[in-house]
């Protein structure tokens, strides 16, 4: 039987990226996504992709998509924690703390809720066991200028990548995390234009196909669960990461 996963801001960026590759190598698909019109085009598109549209920061509409999950496969094999978002680059006394508090709601809180419900279903089911992939970022251990708030959602994040992955040993629950730099995304389009660097100028980046991103998860996710890549940073290469700044 196909193999199943659950992947979030599945239907755009990275998420498409990423879901469409599992697709096309025979796993069955949870898309989930706030903007249910989007999700429901990308499920209606590939025969073994399911529509469960909800918000990543409400608990109770993630419950109910793993529910409808577990119900419709009997089984829920991974989760790809994908969704998020970024704020525009401003030193620390520009960013609005309404602005950072979404942020955190998004990145931090709504990957937390979406965990929390991969955990319960994998705990409980048979056989017991399943894999939590968590969307990290290079920003998780070395900042770019004026991300103070995704910086510190991406930290938090390595934080609750190496909790799942030690409360998840009894369940046989593993957990990782995926760092990304310059995935050429909608979001990081901006790149090719010219960005802030630290020293204050502007500088195109160079940027890397984002299947490059699709095929490290699903690298991640094939793994049996006796084996577990802990953390992987894939980038473009030539970007300004090591000594960045």
């Known amino acids: 039987m196909s193999k199943t996963i659950i992947i979030t801001g599945g239907a755009r960026g990275i998420g498409k990226a990423t879901a469409e590759q ?3 190598e025979g796993w069955r698909v949870g898309i989930v996504g706030r903007t249910e019109a989007n999700v429901a085009e990308m499920a209606d598109s590939h025969e ?31 989760l790809f924690n994908n969704a998020g978002v970024s704020l525009k680059g401003a030193t620390p006394d520009e960013i609005d703390v309404d602005d950072w508090r979404q942020l955190f ?5 709504g990957s937390f809720i979406c965990a929390r419900a991969a955990f319960a279903t994998m705990r409980k089911q048979d056989p017991q066991g399943g894999r939590i992939i968590n969307n990290g970022s290079v920003s998780a251990y070395v900042p770019r200028w004026g991300s103070a708030a995704y910086t510190a959602s991406k ?16 369940f046989n629950i593993a957990c990782g995390q995926i760092d990304i730099g310059n995935a050429l995304t909608d979001m990081v ?12 100028h502007i500088e195109v980046e160079p940027v890397m196909d984002v299947k490059h991103v699709a095929d490290s998860v699903l690298h991640m996710a094939s793994l049996p669960l006796g084996a577990n890549v802990q953390f992987m940073t ?9 000594g960045r700044g």
């Open 48 to 78: 073994n992709a399911l529509a469960l549209p909800a918000d990543v920061t409400d608990h109770r509409q993630i419950d109910a998509a793993f529910a409808r999950a577990f119900d419709t496969w009997g089984r829920i094999d991974a």
């Open 234 to 242: 894939v980038m473009a290469s030539a970007m300004p990461y090591i």
């Open 155 to 170: 930290h938090a994040i390595t934080g609750l990548t190496r909790s799942l992955s030690l409360d998840g040993r009894p």
């Open 22 to 24: 599992f697709l096309a």
């Open 189 to 200: 389009q901006a790149m090719t234009q010219g960005v802030p660097q630290a020293d204050g």
């Open 105 to 109: 709601d998004i990145n931090v809180t």
